[in-house]
């Protein structure tokens, strides 16, 4: 990208231009936290990490936010509840840290680490999707490949779940090209 164009990028609200949300941010962290733990991750410490980043952060979701302050208050690592896209979407570096033929492995990180923050089971299935995709996608597999891979994660992790896998009809769809 030419640095001149950063010049024309509107700004958003009162944000500088340039500035990043709260989803890129954490999944940076995300990133930064799986190279520095050499895989070999730990829930409280995600969870310091992202306490100690969270209050700068701009657009931190409410899913997120209570979270964080479950864990500062009570020390638990683990979110009952919370359905948003937030473990999704800082879910590429689990895909990007492993490769295809680990899918148990990614599949046990990316659970680990969302659900710190995100405990609904659909919160879930979507990061284990992203995480899947990305791992077949940064191995340059052909796309109608990695969107397979993404269906078969999404219906391996809704059985782990026991969830009704008439929910996953439109991921479906999506790989019949409908």
């Given amino acids: 990208m030419r640095w001149e164009e950063l010049e024309a990028l509107p700004a958003r609200a009162d944000w500088p231009q340039g500035a990043t949300s709260d989803d890129t941010e954490q999944l940076l962290l995300v990133a930064e ?3 520095e733990a050499n895989g070999q991750i730990n829930e409280r ?3 310091a990490r992202l306490a100690k980043t969270l209050p700068g952060m701009r657009g931190a979701g409410p899913t997120t936010q209570a979270a964080v302050r479950r864990f500062l208050a009570t020390g638990e690592l ?3 509840e919370g359905s948003s896209i937030g473990a999704a979407m800082r879910a590429l570096p689990f895909g990007w840290a492993t490769p295809v033929a ?3 492995h990614r599949r046990e990180l990316t659970i680990r680490l969302s659900q710190t923050t995100h405990g609904a089971p659909e919160a879930i299935i979507s990061a284990c999707v992203v995480a899947e995709m990305a791992a077949w996608a940064i191995e340059q ?3 109608d490949a990695v969107v397979a891979a993404g269906l078969h994660e ?3 992790v809704a059985h782990q779940y026991a969830f009704d896998s008439a929910t996953l009809q439109p991921l ?3 790989t019949r090209g409908t």
Wanted: charged share 25%; aromatic share 10%; hydrophobic share 55%.
């Fill in 172 to 174: 479906e769809r999506v």
């Fill in 78 to 80: 683990h979110a009952t």
């Fill in 102 to 104: 680990e899918a148990a």
């Fill in 45 to 47: 410490d995600f969870l």
């Fill in 154 to 156: 999404a219906e391996a």
């Fill in 33 to 35: 936290f799986l190279v």
């Fill in 141 to 143: 597999h052909p796309v």
